[in-house]
């Protein structure tokens, strides 16, 4: 039958097991992941299958822009192996440029013998003849004009530095205007370099009611003069050889007659053609324009790239093989998350169970601990987080085996100091009942020591418990320590002279001269009382007690010894000479010692004051014992007002300076 107010020890249902549950949550997180991941893989690839080739022919497309772009831009092939480097990286691709000799220009394939190019390229690069189609695919591409010359082709029409910003000038005055109108406009600037101001919205007839004039940025400038003349010869001569009447060109590539225009403005904006018959201006019209895009080939022919072929690829030079989501590439994959979710059940099978048996032994061994049954230490096999909890665990045990021990060891001692004055008063008092003792002075004298030395004890007991509740309250003030050695060592005359000890205070000391000290008088009294009551204790007749106060060599420390010419500590029973009612002779006679609190007691005040006690003996020829408190301005941290119930029954301090 189950005991009241215990647990239940029977084995946990599987559904509460630590175990049980880790290998549920593995498991499903496995599957979780497997199943996941394969959705994933199979929703992707089919994807990357459906978007691969328009996603190609884009690519391509922005690389061949880019390209053109160079071409446009430089007479020379020279320097274009960065662009292309870049290019392939950001796309991925090999990307390879050759003359139409296929002699190679610049190729992103790496290493001392790349993979052999293609039979067919996948594009001709030429800015003056450019290839409709892949210019249309390129989301950045610039608009091609009915010529098929790339309009970043500009050649002689480029504008210097200095007419480039007195035409922005103008056009920032103009934008200025309009936007002060109500206008929203902005300035573009063209590949030559040239300003032109576009309206918000595209209404450019709104300018017509405001008298912002932009006519300033029609006429062209010197530089595009001297190149407009000489694309006008060309394309005069190249009428003339079919037998037609020149033109005049004006800036945008609009023609008219070829009588001058009027010198009072600039050139019209719309062309006057020579009165023809429709059928025949038709004509005439294709024929110029035809003249006008060869005259700009022969014109820009100088200044921009010759034709590459350009050739573009996977980056190993081979094709990517698809996927095919067939019923045994289905199987492939579900046999591989079979695989997965049983090596991770596996795993979590391991690692449970080496989790689960040292948490048994540690179950098992506070559950003895708990019915106060011997506990063996748990073993410790791995220096993991189990490991230390079972190293802590068994640190635990037997901290508490030893509290135990010196549990009972107290209690038996505070009964035997408490009945040994109580039984002396009671047999005193039983005497005097029965008519044995005679109620004299005498009489009264020995049970008043009696009830004195049991007061002690308790007020030492009382003590003690306060320090270790954290209770112990101190009244620091400034204290000269050689005065207060004073004070001690005359309440102690005269049980030293009763005993034959010469009590002294030494003036000179091995070191400097002691640091000013805030403490509680009163408790610093009564540790160094209780200091020199043991020294007397100790020491036979005709031996010497010394007090002595200096600083110490790092000067933040007021060090005061108690030395004696006893009879000495030994070595084994040296480190318990602070322990409570610890006494080295163990038949605890009144006669040959204390209760054994009086050193548990200094240390304890010492601790309170921020500072240590320390002993130090030779057996037969005495002991040293150390206070060490900090020197002012460093203030104790337990100081706090202390109430008339709390101080010892000794004199009010004395507030010397």
């Known amino acids: 039958m189950r005991s009241r107010g215990r647990p239940d020890r029977r084995r946990l249902p599987l559904r509460k097991s630590l175990l049980v549950r880790l290998l549920a949550v593995s498991a499903l997180v496995a599957a979780c992941s497997v199943a996941a991941t394969a959705w994933l893989a199979v929703q992707t690839t089919s994807g990357a299958i459906k978007q691969e080739q328009g996603q190609n022919l884009t690519a391509d497309a922005r690389i061949y822009n880019k390209l053109l772009g160079y071409a446009a831009g430089h007479s020379r092939w020279d320097g274009v192996e960065r662009t292309v480097h870049e290019l392939a990286t950001q796309s991925g691709r090999r990307i ?26 996948s594009a001709l690069v030429d800015p003056l003849s450019v290839d409709t189609a892949l210019a249309a695919q390129s989301s950045g591409a610039t608009g091609t004009a009915a010529d098929r010359v790339d309009p970043r082709a500009v050649g002689p029409f480029r504008l210097p530095a200095a007419e480039r910003t007195q035409l922005r000038r103008t056009a920032d005055r103009g934008v200025a205007c309009l936007n002060d109108a109500g206008i929203a406009s902005d300035v573009v600037e063209g590949p030559s370099g040239r300003p032109r101001i576009q309206i918000v919205g595209n209404a450019p007839d709104r300018i017509l009611g405001t008298r912002c004039s932009t006519d300033a940025l029609d006429g062209p400038t010197e530089t595009e003069k001297k190149a407009l003349g000489a694309l006008n010869q060309l394309t005069n001569a190249c009428l003339d050889r079919q037998g037609r009447a020149g033109v005049q060109l004006r800036l945008d590539l609009s023609w008219g007659d070829t009588e001058p225009e009027p010198s009072t403005g600039p050139a019209r904006r719309l062309a006057t053609p020579v009165p023809v018959p429709a059928v025949q201006s038709s004509d005439n019209d294709r024929a110029i324009a035809s003249c006008v895009g060869a005259a700009r080939r022969e014109q820009l022919s100088s200044y921009v790239a010759s034709p590459a072929l350009l050739f573009i690829g996977d980056a190993g030079g081979a094709t990517v093989p698809g996927f095919d989501l067939s019923p045994a590439n289905t199987a492939r994959i579900a046999g591989v998350a079979a695989l997965v979710l049983a090596l991770t059940v596996g795993a979590s099978v391991l690692a449970g169970v080496r989790l689960i048996r040292p948490l048994h032994a540690l179950t098992g061994a506070a559950e003895r601990m708990r019915d106060g049954e011997e506990s063996a230490p748990v073993p410790v096999t ?44 009671r047999g005193w008092l039983e005497a005097a009942q029965d008519g044995v003792a005679d109620l004299d002075a005498a009489f009264v004298s ?20 306060a320090a270790d509740a954290g209770a112990l309250r101190l009244h620091p003030a400034p204290v000269r320590i050689d005065d207060l050695l004073g004070q001690v060592a005359a309440a102690h005359q005269a049980r030293a002279e009763t005993a034959g000890v010469t009590l002294t205070v030494r003036t000179a000391a091995p070191g400097p001269p002691p640091l000013p000290l805030t403490a509680d008088p009163v408790r610093l009294r009564q540790a160094l009382g209780n200091l020199v009551s043991n020294a007397i204790r100790h020491t036979a007749p005709d031996g010497h007690v010394a007090l002595r106060a200096y600083g110490s060599e790092s000067g933040d420390e007021v060090v005061v010894d108690v030395e004696d010419t006893g009879s000495g500590i030994s070595p084994e029973d040296l480190p318990y000479v602070f322990d409570r009612f610890w006494r080295a002779e163990k038949s605890r006679s009144r006669r040959t010692g204390g209760s054994g609190l009086g050193l548990a007691i200094v240390r304890k005040l010492a601790e309170a004051h921020g500072g240590a006690v320390s002993a130090a003996s030779t057996e037969g020829k005495g002991s040293v014992f150390t206070l060490r408190l900090p020197a002012s301005p460093h203030r104790t941290p337990a100081a706090r007002p202390l109430k008339p119930s709390d101080r010892p029954d000794e004199p009010a301090p004395d507030h010397q300076g």
């Open 446 to 465: 020995s049970l008043l020591e009696e009830a004195v030395q049991l007061q002690h004890i308790v007020d030492d007991l009382q003590d003690l418990a």
């Open 382 to 425: 791995t220096d993991n987080e189990i490991g230390r909890l079972a190293a802590t665990f068994n640190d635990m045990t037997a901290h508490r085996a030893r509290l135990e021990e010196q549990r009972k060891v107290m209690v038996s001692d505070v009964a035997h100091e408490l009945r040994t004055p109580l039984s002396n008063i």
């Open 96 to 121: 390879a440029l050759t003359t139409e000799g296929r002699e190679i220009i610049a190729d992103s394939a790496t290493g001392a013998s790349p993979p052999a190019l293609p039979t067919q390229a």
